[in-house]
């Protein structure tokens, strides 16, 4: 196993438990690293040479090494077994009432790389470094063989692995997945295609959130759901007896909305728009009584996966916050999500501040809530905390 050594300083936070190590943090000559293979397994020391851990390499990755063990063992089927089960047994005694979870969260469950997603009894899998992607074949058996699923499908259609040098890749890996899969969460069930859908199928990580947007509203009151995708927020509000507007560019979703409405018997309660979210609040202004909603729910795709983009990013919840208002009753709600790992939790509160500021209104923090435990967040690994919902009464 060939070396990587590190500058001086550079070991703490690795000995912390941090996985990744950027091209600045490497004292070992780039020359030198060329009898490397990419995708291998290195030895990880400080700058005295001192073994710190064992990583995986790529000279392509703007991350060169991601550490998968403290300890100076091989990075083979076995590593991966022992890990995998360990972490589906962890995943065993989270309590959900659903049949979907994600069963193995990257970094978080020490896995650089890897996403699991069972919905049902079947996987959608996700392969996003090169580390991972050289033992996906073993990574496919060992799931079959450990979580037992009827049908493992891989959705590594992300841009990040062109960052890994690797291609797009999707596709049947076991067994046999059908086109549509059925989960549910509580009494509720939706349509999951695994095949096209946005990330892995669903929003799995939104779930208790929807639980929570079900107890703010009530049978007649009115509740709107921007960037509502396959419409799951959509049909939790229609649960508790609200009517429901949904509003999504994409047509694919609005059509799978509908479809979830439908095999819930909620055609009645909800109604989907196929528009883009922007345009549809600044023609609301313009109604003679436009409409005053309980709750508005806003959870828009990662506008900005990168920290310049942050600023931009923090004005765009400005503009849904200061468009959406008028729009709220008085004693509604405004939940605001973001899925951006650099937007912290106090610029989404200042965009909000400033769009209540400008209408001379109160807003009162209800709750802010994170990811649930199935997405795990380790302390030591700040890119594992991504979801971020602020709760937000007009009082």
């Not at 997603?117 to 996906?136: E, N």
């Not at 797009?168 to 939706?190: H, K, T, Y």
């Not at 208790?208 to 107890?215: P, Y």
Request: hydrophobic fraction near 40%; charge should be neutral.
């Amino acid at each position: 196993m060939q070396r990587i050594r590190l500058k001086e300083g550079k070991q703490k936070k690795i000995l912390n438990n941090y996985p990744w190590i950027f091209r600045d943090d490497i004292a070992t000559h780039r020359k030198d690293r060329e009898s490397i293979e990419d995708g291998s397994a290195v030895s990880v020391c400080d700058s005295q040479n001192n073994f710190i851990g064992v990583g995986i390499y790529n000279s392509r990755s703007h991350i060169p090494v991601r550490i998968y063990s403290r300890q100076n063992i091989p990075i083979d089927e076995d590593f991966f077994y022992n890990r995998i089960k360990k972490i589906l047994e962890y995943r065993k005694a989270i309590k959900i009432s659903s049949n979907a979870m994600r069963l193995v969260h990257g970094e978080a469950d020490f896995i650089p790389g890897l996403m699991v997603d069972q919905y049902d009894r079947y996987l959608s899998v996700q392969f996003r470094t090169l580390g991972v992607d050289r033992f996906r074949a073993a990574i496919t058996n060992i799931l079959a063989d450990l979580a037992k699923p009827d049908g493992i499908y891989e959705r590594s259609d992300m841009e990040s692995r062109q960052e890994e040098g690797l291609e797009l890749s999707s596709g049947l890996l076991f067994g046999a997945v059908p086109e549509e899969i059925f989960i549910r969460e509580n009494e509720l069930q939706f349509i999951v295609d695994v095949k096209k859908g946005h990330k892995t199928g669903f929003y799995l990580d939104q779930r208790d959130n929807r639980s929570v947007v079900r107890s703010l509203i009530g049978r007649g009151e009115k509740g709107l759901d921007l960037f509502c995708y396959s419409g799951g927020f959509s049909v939790a509000m229609a649960a508790s007896g609200a009517e429901v507007t949904g509003i999504d560019s994409d047509p694919q979703a609005v059509e799978a909305a509908a479809r979830n409405a439908g095999r819930n018997l909620m055609h009645d309660a909800c109604r989907f728009d196929c528009r883009d979210v922007f345009s549809f609040l600044e023609q609301r202004p313009s109604l003679a009584e436009p409409q005053k909603y309980q709750v508005i729910v806003m959870d828009p795709p990662a506008i900005a996966k990168r920290k310049e983009g942050i600023p931009k990013l923090k004005w765009t919840y400005w503009k849904l916050l200061h468009d959406s208002i008028p729009m709220l009753r008085r004693g509604g709600y405004i939940v605001l999500s973001s899925c951006a790992y650099h937007m912290p939790v106090d610029l989404m509160l200042e965009a909000a501040r400033f769009a209540s500021a400008d209408h001379g209104v109160r807003l009162r923090v209800e709750r802010i809530t994170y990811q649930p435990p199935d997405h795990p967040w380790i302390l030591q690994i700040p890119e594992t905390l991504y979801l971020k919902s602020l709760y937000l009464q007009l009082v």
